[in-house]
């Protein structure tokens, strides 16, 4: 079949030999070069001037760049945690008087304060030992003292002529120190504590029976008060818990200042 394509020549057009073949195509690859470097260079320069926001900050103890990935619970802390305020119950401090006199509660052992806490009480000046009957009155109890109930001593009311000669002693030297207390019964026994509680027994002459009812006293936070420390268990004290007198190691609470806060008064006997 004849080919019909018309060439340029058939029309009156003739080729343009004032360019080189192929030019128009490396003019185009050029400019598109050209604009592709303009815009990468643009970009740059855009970032490099642009504000960097501030890093966040690292959590305290996160690991380091580059470090290991998992905390050492091994190393310690560069800084600690302050202790908190507050006096602790061991710090001595001398006992201070109380404002006013306490009040009896209707519970058992209720807790009057005394002022304030204090260290373990300071020896107290013995006054001389009475041959006259003294009867022993709790301070957060005003209306019970010390009074034998079978063969232990408990605080109890009293009213009856029995009760009141049970509760009515003689206070003379120490048996066992004769800086401190013992207190003689009616019948010519002792108050002495035995498994820690306190009870009245005849004397049988030995050194641990001098020692048991012997009772050294000691300053109280309440005005007119004493307590009293065992001499062979030094650091307890005669205290009532449910109203029965008992030797019971020192407590700087308000709860036992009270219990073991007592005065010597004038025997009800």
């Known amino acids: 079949m004849p080919d019909h ?4 020549w058939e029309h009156g057009w003739t080729a343009d030999a004032s360019r080189t073949p192929g030019t128009r195509r490396l003019w ?7 604009a592709v470097v303009t815009a990468c260079v643009t970009a740059l320069a855009v970032n490099s001037t642009a504000p960097r926001s501030e890093a966040a900050p690292r959590p305290p103890g996160a690991p380091t760049a580059g470090g290991p990935g998992l905390l050492s619970f091994a190393s310690p802390s560069g800084s600690t945690t302050a202790p908190p305020k507050g006096r602790s119950a061991l710090t001595p401090v001398t006992p201070q008087t109380a404002s006013a006199s306490p009040q009896p509660e209707p519970s058992t052992s209720p807790s009057t304060s005394p002022g304030s806490q204090g260290s373990s009480p300071q ?6 030992p009475q041959e006259t009957g003294t009867s022993v009155r709790s301070v957060n109890y005003p209306d019970r003292y010390w009074h034998i109930s079978g063969d232990f001593v408990r605080l109890d009311p009293v009213g009856s002529p029995a009760d009141r000669r049970d509760a009515t ?7 066992a120190n004769s800086g401190c207390y013992s207190f003689a019964t009616a019948d010519g026994g002792y108050l002495r504590h035995r498994n820690f509680l306190l009870r009245a027994e005849p004397d049988d002459g030995t050194p641990l029976f001098r020692q048991d009812a012997t009772f050294c006293p000691r ?3 309440y005005p007119g008060a004493t307590m009293l420390e065992s001499v062979n ?17 020192y407590d700087n609470t308000d709860l036992y200042w009270a219990d073991s806060a007592f005065t010597l008064v004038d025997g009800l006997g």
């Open 233 to 249: 268990y030094p650091g307890r004290f005669l205290r009532h818990q449910n109203f029965q007198l008992k030797l019971a190691p």
């Open 169 to 175: 002693f003689r206070v003379v030297n120490g048996l």
């Open 219 to 221: 300053h109280s936070p």
């Open 28 to 34: 185009l690859a050029g400019a598109l070069a050209i």
């Open 5 to 8: 394509t018309p060439h340029p």
């Open 123 to 128: 020896p107290k000046p013995k006054p001389a």
